[in-house]
């Protein structure tokens, strides 16, 4: 649905109206049209997720500016991969027809998402950003860690509250209207949520005579997002293939041999394509002009990464800072430096 003068909207676990570049564009917008228009132009919301929609405009607009962190991340941890998290542009949605089908891809991507979303909401209702939610209320009082006694203070990220609220908002899909992919989905996206809240740390102040740190003041915070996106990116790599039961009602592993699947993994149908040559059916790029490492043997390499296809070589010139002399005070000179770089890009369709 590509109705923004720059933007667009899309589902993946969570309606998000994408809205690049232009933040003032999109404010104008959303002053202007209001959000029953946007709501009500997100494909694949049910009644119930356009009223949340109209209800929380605002934090649909938050939502939505934090799609491009997620994302990176996702491209951050597949930058050596065939498949490097890309998106289509102004598809119908960001990731085209790759989401139509339940790879393990997929499964990534919808539990990137749904974490993605509740880091972004946690964070803004911190931030003051929201005048639903703000730090968690329950972190009060005094507690204690191993290091001794400590007096909750400063601003706790309330997690939970974010979870549930992408919860309302995601699994509202009727049950019967629930098939295979949905099941799929609903755990992945489960598994995403849950994955922010391992990493959440306890995060100190010192007080007292001279700094003894006889007295702490103390808060929750979530760490960084790449730890949940490391933590993803393990999960991935050892996903479990399964097939949802007959009455459709749950799954089991796909192969007997393998284990199980707990909460916490992630899950998928059907078997990824190679993601070799373009096609827009599957959702594959094809790796065509992608930069390949000619001595790695991995999924970097470019015989894995250039599908047998072979690969170009080029010498560019690269430009970095270097001789960086500090000086008093307080600056830090430095030349540039010109290195001659070979650079390995795969042949193919681009
Ligand atoms: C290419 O791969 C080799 C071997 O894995 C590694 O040592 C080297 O740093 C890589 N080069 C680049 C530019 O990443």
């Known amino acids: 649905m590509n109705f923004l003068p720059s933007g667009i909207c899309f589902y993946v676990s969570v309606a998000i109206c994408w809205l690049p570049a232009k933040v003032h564009a999109s404010r104008w917008y959303m002053g202007t049209l209001g959000s029953q228009v946007m709501c009500d132009n997100i494909p694949g919301l049910v009644n119930k997720q356009r009223q949340l929609c109209r209800q929380h405009p605002k934090v649909m607009q938050v939502i939505g500016a934090g799609v491009k962190d997620w994302i990176s991340e996702c491209q951050h941890q597949f930058r050596n991969h065939r498949w490097n998290c890309n998106t289509m542009g102004r598809d119908q949605n960001l990731f085209g027809r790759l989401l139509l089908r339940s790879s393990r891809e997929v499964a990534f991507v919808y539990a990137i998402s749904s974490a993605g979303v509740v880091y972004t909401l946690a964070r803004a209702c911190s931030r003051g950003e929201l005048n639903t939610c703000s730090c968690d209320p329950t972190k009060k009082g005094s507690s204690h860690d191993a290091k001794g006694s400590f007096d909750w203070g400063g601003c706790s990220d309330h997690v939970e509250h974010a979870i549930r609220f992408s919860q309302i908002f995601v699994d509202t899909k009727k049950r019967e209207e629930r098939d295979a992919r949905a099941i ?91 993601y070799c040559i373009r096609d827009q059916d599957s959702g594959s790029m094809g790796t065509g002009g992608r930069v390949c490492n000619r001595t790695s043997h991995s999924m970097e390499g470019c015989e894995v990464m250039c599908c047998g296809q072979g690969y170009d070589m080029s010498r560019v010139s690269r430009t970095t800072k270097c001789e960086c002399k500090f000086h008093w005070c307080c600056a830090v000179h430095c030349r540039d430096c010109h290195q001659q770089v070979d650079v390995h890009i795969c042949k193919g369709q681009t």
């Open 184 to 274: 799929i989905n609903l755990h992945n996206n489960r598994a995403g949520r849950k994955a922010v809240k391992r990493f959440m740390n306890l995060e100190c102040k010192c007080h007292g005579v001279s700094g003894s740190c006889s007295v702490r003041t103390c808060w929750q915070a979530m760490a960084d997002f790449r730890h949940t996106g490391d933590h993803l990116r393990k999960r991935y790599n050892s996903a479990v293939q399964v097939a949802v039961n007959q009455y459709g009602t749950g799954f089991t592993a796909a192969h007997t041999h393998f284990k199980q699947p707990s909460k916490n993994d992630l899950v998928y149908l059907e078997d990824s394509p190679d």
